[in-house]
């Protein structure tokens, strides 16, 4: 089982990054996906989620109306688009999979991966 987050870099304040968080070893299709982020010292935080056929999805405060989750079954392959990036998304980002309801809690997933570092400067 394999869940490989990318697309993160480091970037300025006000600009866009999509990550991508590539599946294997396991139906894509059957699981609902989720974002975390986590800073050091910080507990890892739920980003956004989305059902497992894409026609539902959920967000954190902090993320709404900026960050756009959204799912490619045909290519087992979830995205993030991130835009208007702040200095306060500067984390580890990890995506995970969940056979269940939805959950912002990280330790009810059943997978997931390495994440990808996003870096904004101010």
């Known amino acids: 089982v394999q869940l490989q987050a990318s697309g993160g870099g480091l970037v300025q304040a006000g600009d866009s990054l999509r990550l991508s968080c590539a599946a294997s070893?396991?139906?894509?299709?059957?699981?609902?996906m989720g974002w975390f982020r986590q800073t050091p010292g910080k507990e890892r935080e739920f980003v956004a989620d989305i059902d497992r056929n894409g026609g539902s999805t959920g967000y954190a405060d902090s993320v709404k109306g900026r960050f756009t989750i959204s799912r490619d079954n045909a290519k087992n392959t979830a995205y993030l688009q991130m835009n208007n990036l702040q200095p306060g998304d500067t984390a580890v980002y990890s995506c995970?999979?969940?056979?269940?309801?939805?959950?912002?809690?990280?330790?009810?997933?059943?997978?997931w991966g390495q994440g990808t570092q996003v870096t904004v400067s101010s």
């Open positions: 995970a999979a969940r056979n269940g309801p939805r959950s912002i809690y990280f330790s009810t997933y059943t997978k």
């Open positions: 070893g396991f139906r894509f299709r059957d699981y609902r």
